[in-house]
């Protein structure tokens, strides 16, 4: 496969990539963590302003993980973020701000399995280690005509047995060439195999085969996303500041600032349900709902469901005893709010009072 990639990735291969150019494993390893379940084009957007930020181990593992998390903002999956900043924590106190140069070592980092260290090991320290990430996974896959699960057990081990037995020495190179190939030509649903330099050899390819070739999934088989329904309290006091809590760092948007969720189901909410919010809301937060006032309902896809959300628009009135749950929370401008790490659609909310 080497032989037959490297020439092709020589003239092929995604080489204006910024982390294509750089041999540090800070900024490397940065890559690889972004671009875990992340999209290149969406990574490319924040991979400078991250950079920027936070050049090295030390500058990030010193970072408030507010001002992390606010940059992270928008990239999903936020246990990344959480993880990036305890890696870099543990990288700048236990190995002296030097990535581990040993697969073992750097797979005890929060955050890195062995295709993520393996892809920084090779970049950064010109080892040889084999990748397995969703691409190469796919590649592996055909051209090895394997049939069933990509994730079984007895096939996980077996991919890896051939990435390491397809992977030369430096590996830098390939890993990237075969990184490209699943990206741009063996793809999922229609691989482009008349412009695959493995056309000859690929088990699963129209010249080995005489069919089409066979869709290949990370699993197996996508389910519809199942939808879930939410009401997220919208409450500001007589100054115009909004009350956000911070969401626990297990679950859907750990650690980020968010309105109160004060309805979540998989049904969509009926007059009983929008009662029970506002009842609620009075009782945890002191807040008065603006009656039959609900916002439109918006949608929000992540991987494995579709969120549809509503605000309730409420005012927080002057109370001489805060209610526990205020406590919990803070009050904030709603430009300054947007400093902090917030999901997605509470940012939209949030432009929109500015």
């Known amino acids: 496969m080497a032989a037959r990639l490297l020439p092709w990735y020589a003239d092929n291969g995604r080489h204006h990539l910024p982390w294509r150019h750089t041999v540090d494993a800070y900024a490397l390893w940065l890559a690889e963590i972004m671009l875990q379940q992340t ?83 090779d970049s950064a320290y010109g080892q040889s280690q084999a990748i397995l990430d969703a691409n190469a996974r796919r590649v592996l896959l055909r051209v090895h005509g394997l049939q069933g699960n ?29 990184q490209d190939l699943g990206s741009l030509v063996c793809l999922s ?21 005489g069919e089409a070739s066979p869709q290949v999934s990370g699993g197996s088989g996508k389910r519809p996303r199942p939808k879930r329904f939410g009401l997220f309290l919208l409450a500001l006091d007589g100054s115009g500041k909004v009350f956000l809590e911070r969401r626990p760092e297990q679950g859907v948007w750990g650690g980020l600032w968010c309105l109160p969720l004060v309805y979540e189901e998989t049904s969509l909410p009926g007059p009983e349900d929008l009662a029970e919010g506002a009842a609620l809301a009075a009782s945890r937060f ?63 909310i949030l432009e929109e009072l500015c």
């Open 39 to 121: 999209r290149v084009e969406t990574a490319l957007d924040y991979y400078p302003r991250f950079l920027e930020k936070f050049p090295g181990w030390e500058s990030l593992a010193s970072a408030n993980l507010d001002d992390v998390l606010a940059l992270w903002s928008g990239l999903g999956y936020y246990a990344r973020a959480r993880n990036a900043h305890r890696t870099a924590k543990l990288v700048a106190a236990d190995w002296n701000g030097l990535f581990p140069d040993t697969l073992e070592e750097a797979m005890l980092l929060p955050g890195v399995g062995r295709s993520t260290a393996a892809a920084v090991l």
């Open 150 to 178: 990509p994730r079984a057990p007895a096939q996980e081990k077996t991919l890896w047995r051939l990435a390491e037995q397809e992977t030369p020495d430096p590996a830098h190179e390939y890993n990237q060439a075969i």
């Open 286 to 348: 002191g807040a008065v709902l603006r009656a039959g006032e609900i916002l439109s309902f918006r949608q929000h896809v992540f991987s494995h469901f579709i969120l549809e959300f509503a605000t309730l628009p409420a005012f927080l009135p002057a109370m001489q005893q805060v209610p526990d749950a205020l406590s919990h929370g803070q009050l904030w401008a709603p430009g300054d709010a947007l400093g902090l790490g917030l999901p997605s659609p509470i940012r939209r």
């Open 189 to 209: 649903k229609r691989p482009r195999c008349t412009n695959c330099p493995l056309m000859g050899v690929c088990r699963g390819s129209p010249a080995v085969t």
